[in-house]
């Protein structure tokens, strides 16, 4: 497997595992979490899902992913989200058990569109986590790209189901962070360029430089140096970004990370899964607990269309 390869089921059997680990204790808040901590992959709770069951945040980015075996085409990307939907399309057990409300609306106005240019929501309270969650395929695919091209593209997927440019610029801090960890920089490092690469198309354009101030505590540096009680973990997509960062730079392995990110709380299986896509670029797949990976529901299927999905994209 070449080292492309062995990045993308690093990354993306990260994501997944960070989402199982959530998916049992979604919506419990962080004094529960406190006094319960998370320390393994369990089963049941908030779904009665067994160990190792994900959500819709893999279910899309497997989505995602297997589209593009045939090449980039946000229309079809948009079905396979339809397919999963309305008959359970790559999910852990053929069950789709959580669906976001402004994915659902999205992807609902999509089947009558059939246009994914107009099916996401532009509203400014539209800004949950939904596209930032399933995004991180496209690192792989856009590494070589000049960054307009990349950024077009990471804009057109977002906005099949998230289309305000808060929730687009979200997704690109996040693919320009990956790219420079699967381009083998430090967390730190990777956190400077993502920061340059935000600050600069931010300059291109007048409503995204008046985004800027909603990527505050990002920008300024030093996130990792908040207080936990200043971060939050809900679905807003800049707290779910905030958190995944704090986690990633307040950590030391991809366990440690994914397990910090479910005890903050709330959207747990998001955060985890945002954050574990990361921390598993940035420590390895030979890094992820063995035991949660042969736990993970579908592993086999998953490795499978990592493969495919590196060989489509060389």
Same mark, same amino acid.
């Given at each position: 497997?070449?080292?492309?390869?062995?990045?993308?089921?690093?990354?993306?059997?990260?994501?997944?595992?960070?989402?199982?680990?959530?998916v049992?204790?979604?919506?419990?808040?962080?004094?529960?979490?406190?006094?319960?901590?998370?320390?393994?992959?369990i089963?049941?709770?908030?779904?009665?899902?067994?160990?190792?069951?994900?959500?819709?945040?893999?279910?899309?980015?497997?989505?995602?992913?297997?589209?593009?075996?045939?090449?980039?085409?946000?229309?079809?990307?948009?079905?396979?989200?339809?397919?999963?939907?309305?008959?359970?399309?790559?999910?852990?057990?053929?069950?789709?058990?959580?669906?976001?409300?402004?994915?659902?609306?999205?992807?609902?106005?999509?089947?009558?569109?059939?246009?994914?240019?107009?099916?996401?929501?532009?509203?400014?309270?539209?800004?949950?986590?939904?596209?930032?969650? @399933?995004?991180?395929?496209?690192?792989?695919?856009?590494?070589?790209?000049?960054?307009?091209? @990349?950024?077009?593209?990471?804009?057109?997927?977002?906005?099949?189901?998230?289309?305000?440019? @808060?929730?687009?610029?979200?997704?690109?801090?996040?693919?320009?962070?990956?790219?420079?960890?699967?381009?083998?920089?430090?967390?730190f490092?990777?956190?400077?360029?993502?920061?340059?690469?935000?600050q600069?198309?931010?300059?291109?354009?007048?409503?995204?430089?008046?985004?800027?101030?909603?990527?505050?505590?990002?920008?300024?540096?030093?996130?990792?140096?908040?207080?936990?009680?200043?971060?939050?973990?809900?679905?807003?997509?800049?707290?779910?970004?905030?958190?995944?960062?704090?986690?990633?730079?307040?950590?030391?392995?991809?366990?440690?990370?994914?397990?910090?990110?479910?005890?903050?709380?709330s959207?747990?299986?998001?955060?985890?899964?945002?954050?574990?896509?990361?921390?598993?670029?940035?420590?390895?797949?030979?890094?992820?607990?063995?035991?949660?990976?042969?736990?993970?529901? @579908?592993?086999e299927?998953?490795?499978?269309?990592?493969k495919?999905?590196?060989h489509?994209?060389?």
């Amino acid at each position: 497997m070449d080292n492309i390869g062995i990045k993308i089921n690093a990354g993306i059997l990260g994501l997944a595992i960070g989402d199982a680990l959530g998916v049992p204790v979604e919506f419990k808040n962080r004094s529960y979490l406190k006094a319960n901590p998370v320390i393994d992959m369990i089963g049941y709770g908030t779904y009665g899902q067994p160990a190792g069951t994900w959500s819709d945040d893999s279910s899309l980015t497997f989505c995602l992913m297997q589209s593009m075996l045939n090449g980039y085409n946000p229309t079809h990307i948009a079905k396979l989200f339809l397919r999963w939907k309305n008959d359970a399309y790559w999910t852990a057990h053929d069950e789709c058990f959580d669906i976001g409300i402004t994915t659902a609306d999205a992807i609902n106005l999509f089947s009558k569109t059939k246009n994914p240019k107009t099916s996401g929501n532009i509203g400014e309270n539209s800004n949950g986590n939904g596209s930032l969650m @399933r995004i991180l395929p496209l690192a792989f695919y856009t590494i070589n790209m000049h960054v307009a091209e @990349r950024f077009q593209i990471i804009n057109e997927v977002s906005s099949i189901t998230h289309a305000h440019i @808060r929730s687009v610029l979200a997704c690109y801090y996040y693919i320009e962070f990956a790219i420079a960890l699967i381009n083998g920089k430090n967390k730190f490092d990777a956190y400077k360029i993502a920061n340059k690469k935000l600050q600069e198309i931010s300059e291109t354009n007048a409503t995204y430089k008046k985004e800027k101030v909603h990527f505050y505590h990002i920008l300024a540096g030093d996130i990792n140096k908040l207080p936990e009680d200043e971060i939050e973990s809900s679905g807003y997509v800049i707290h779910s970004l905030e958190a995944s960062m704090w986690c990633l730079l307040n950590s030391n392995s991809y366990k440690e990370t994914v397990l910090k990110a479910v005890n903050l709380g709330s959207d747990t299986d998001t955060t985890a899964a945002i954050v574990g896509g990361l921390a598993g670029l940035l420590y390895g797949y030979k890094n992820i607990p063995t035991m949660w990976i042969e736990k993970l529901a @579908r592993k086999e299927d998953i490795l499978h269309l990592c493969k495919a999905y590196d060989h489509s994209i060389q």
